[in-house]
């Protein structure tokens, strides 16, 4: 940190989150909704977050941020009107109401693509509420640290945002959640013999489709009719049955059954919208069809840009000749390497000049 000679900081604090993949049962999760059921994935690339803590007084830069992938290091004063650089990290240092004994410099850093529509700025939330929820009294539950991620972006920042991604980077791991009343959900995780969760890690494939998602125009004209619809219409009941057959089928290891729903949560999402199925995603699909995937899933709520899952078939070296094909088929085209994750958000400290670390959470 620029200013005073602050040496080292009191203690370090790291933590981390998994992205998401794979969410059957997307746009249930939402405030028009009312209720909902979602698949989803906790995978590897994280979001990493590390926090150095220092004396307030130390230094003249109070709360600095150090957004890597950005290549950006600036000041935060989170009482000043609006957040116009990073909001989401902004906000969320208000959010958490540092006690005024500390300063600190907080340092974000993740391998996912920006804008991939796999809950990136979720496991961001998540894993930097985490991080501060260390310097301030008492420790928020799992459940309290995905909704006070979810009020950052809801209740903050005022945008169209559902519970399962913040759920699902909290937890980690393969879950089915229902959301009973928005936004107030139980997360069951799919809990299956290593055999099943080292099969279906070696099936999936997560294909960048190399432009970050945005699609904000279709998303509000889908959201209107869904919301005129109401809750119990056939369109949201189409993606929620896609959520318990993925469900059963992950528990009974069945991933021709798994590849079919979502294969049918794709088709119900073309349903709410032909855009949400975007023409880069049907060339990737296209191929994946050739080289005999089960299944495939645009990620997130659809549209421009973001990315696509692909449950592969039994044979591994037609699953690397697919990859292959995809990537040469566009410049753009990326496979993002993922493994599950076991862990949702972890958290742990280190204290200079004192041997070993702590968990926390």
Not at 42 to 53: A, F, K, N, R
Not at 67 to 75: H, K, L
Not at 149 to 170: F, P, R
């Amino acid at each position: 940190m620029a200013g005073k000679d602050v040496g080292k900081p009191l203690w370090i604090i790291n933590s981390a989150a998994p992205i998401r993949i794979c969410d059957n049962g997307g746009w249930t999760d939402t405030w028009f909704a009312g209720h909902g059921k979602i698949f989803n994935i906790g995978v590897y690339p994280i979001v990493e977050v590390q926090l150095e803590v220092f004396p307030a007084g130390s230094t003249d830069e109070r709360f600095v941020i150090n957004a890597e992938n950005f290549g950006e290091r600036y000041t935060v004063h989170p009482e000043a009107p609006g957040w116009d650089r990073h909001p989401l990290l902004e906000a969320t240092i208000k959010k958490m109401n540092i006690s005024e004994e500390y300063a600190f410099q907080v340092t974000i850093f993740s391998e996912a693509p920006s804008g991939a529509s796999t809950g990136t700025s979720a496991a961001v939330t998540v894993a930097l509420v985490g991080a501060l929820d260390c310097l301030t009294p008492g420790r928020l539950s799992p459940h309290e640290v995905a909704y006070t991620a979810h009020s950052v972006e809801v209740d903050m920042l005022k945008l169209q945002c559902g519970i399962q991604d913040q759920l699902c980077s909290t937890f980690g791991g393969i879950n089915f959640i229902e959301m009973f009343k928005y936004p107030y959900a139980s997360v069951s995780q799919i809990r299956v013999p290593n055999s099943i969760w080292w099969e279906l890690e070696r099936r999936l494939v997560l294909i960048y489709l190399g432009k970050s998602h945005d699609s904000s125009e279709v998303h509000e004209r889908v959201i209107r009719e869904l919301e005129n619809l109401g809750p119990d219409c056939r369109q949201l009941e189409d993606l929620r049955q896609t959520a318990e057959k993925s469900r059963d089928a992950v528990y009974k290891g069945d991933f021709n059954s798994l590849g079919q729903a979502m294969i049918e949560n794709t088709e119900a999402q073309a349903r709410l919208n032909p855009d949400l199925v975007s023409a880069d995603a049907e060339r990737v699909i296209q191929i994946a069809r050739e080289y005999g995937a089960l299944g495939w899933k645009i990620n997130g709520a659809g549209g421009e840009g973001g990315s696509v899952t692909i449950l592969c078939g039994s044979v591994s070296y037609a699953k690397r000749k697919m990859i292959r094909e995809i990537e040469q088929e566009s410049q753009l085209f990326q496979n993002i390497p993922v493994y599950l994750s076991r862990h949702g958000l972890r958290i742990w400290q280190h204290d200079e000049g004192k041997s070993g670390n702590s968990e926390i959470g």
